[in-house]
Each structure stands twice: as structure tokens, then as C-alpha cells.
């Protein structure tokens, strides 16, 4: 028990030295001391939807998404979080209620920090705020992006863009989820993926 307690300590002083990028030994050790890296099955819901969410999540592996579910009962994927330290939350603001439900798609593994321990280290070490503003323009980008392929991209192109932003995740989930993202049905993937293919093999 020791010995996995030094290993995860090790892993996490990784994480927040290379992966947040915190040069700062003292805010570094505070960060380590403060967190854990928990354990998701398949299926399994790190925040629902209409909670306030009390610990901050990044992606250490594995793959996570966010969804809703419209009236009609459809499922909506609004987001999908696979690199290492990418956010795992489902809103910037720490106070403010989750919009959508946020699940591990296989089995992962996210780093968490207790968000009330994030706040008075906000207040302590100023650097964190440039973190935490890098974390919003990245998101916002990324929405920004997405919300371009699904309304101006036809279901071609935007398969094709997935495909990059995206890199080697087309074999790792179920196909349903990245269809649903992408707002089309798995039928319609399927078709520009057979379309791609056939262009790639004509070349």
C-alpha cells in the first residue's frame, strides 16, 4: 500500500511538473499533496448532469465525454477529452452547476484535485490564473472549432476533421459517440468513412 502511494506520488509530481507545466517546487509539492488519480470503469459518470461539481478532473488516460439528452430522448456528445491533461470539467466556472454528464467512455484514469483546495491556491500563487486562462482559450477554441465542422462541414469533411483533431481515437470508441459529436447518424459515418477509403486506395 506504501509503495502504490510513493508510485502515484511520483506520477502525479510528473503530471503537474511536465504535463501543467508548474515550475514552482512549493505550489508543485501543494498540488501533489492535495491529489489522486481515480479510477473509471467503462460507463462509469465522473460529474451528472445539474451538479456542482467538488473536485477539478484531468485526463491522465483513457477517454471521457460529455453529453445531454434531448426531450426526445436522444443523446447528445458534446465533448471528448482523451489527451493527457486535458480538462475533464463540465463548466469553467467552479461554482456553476454541470450542463451536461460527464462519463468515461473505456476504462480511464483522471487526476483530481479538490476544487476548494484549487481556489485558495488561486488566491496564493497568481501563476495559476494563467494556467487556468490557457485552459479556457483551449476550450473555447475547441467549441469554436467543433461548432464550425458540425454547421458549415459537410458529413465528409467532417469526419475528415475529426480524423485530425482528433489522432488515432476513430478506433478506440464506439462509433456512435463520435457520430453523435459530429451531429450525424453512425449510417452516415460509416458512408464517409467508405467514401474516404475508396479516395485514399484511388490515389
Known amino acids: 500500500m506504501r509503495k502504490r502511494v510513493r508510485n502515484e506520488k511520483i506520477l502525479l509530481t510528473d503530471f503537474y511538473r511536465d504535463v501543467m507545466k508548474i515550475t514552482n517546487t512549493d505550489l508543485l509539492q501543494k498540488c501533489v499533496d492535495a491529489s489522486h488519480i481515480e479510477r473509471l470503469k467503462a460507463s462509469q459518470v465522473l460529474f451528472e448532469e445539474g451538479s456542482v461539481p467538488t473536485k477539478l478532473c484531468f485526463v491522465w488516460d483513457g477517454v471521457l465525454r460529455g453529453f445531454s439528452t434531448s426531450d426526445s430522448g436522444k443523446d447528445i ?9 486535458e480538462s475533464t470539467m463540465p463548466e469553467a466556472r467552479f461554482d456553476q452547476p454541470a450542463s451536461v454528464t460527464i462519463e468515461a467512455v473505456v476504462k480511464s484514469e483522471v487526476v483530481c484535485i479538490p476544487i476548494q483546495t484549487v481556489q485558495s491556491l488561486l488566491e496564493n500563487y497568481p501563476e495559476l490564473y494563467v494556467i487556468y486562462g490557457q485552459y479556457l482559450l483551449q476550450s473555447a477554441n475547441f467549441h469554436r472549432e467543433l461548432k464550425t465542422a458540425v454547421y458549415k462541414y459537410a ?25 453523435s459529436l459530429l451531429n450525424m447518424t453512425t449510417v452516415t459515418l460509416s458512408n464517409a468513412r ?3 477509403k475508396r479516395q485514399e486506395q484511388a490515389l
Do not use: V
Not at 456528445?77 to 491533461?85: A, E, N
Not at 476533421?161 to 456512435?176: E, M, V
Open 155 to 179: 458529413a465528409q469533411e467532417r469526419y475528415e476533421w475529426f480524423l485530425q483533431a482528433y489522432p488515432g481515437l476513430i478506433d478506440r470508441i464506439p462509433h456512435k459517440y463520435i457520430a
Open 77 to 85: 456528445t458534446d465533448c471528448i477529452s482523451f489527451r493527457r491533461g
Open 194 to 196: 467508405r467514401e474516404l
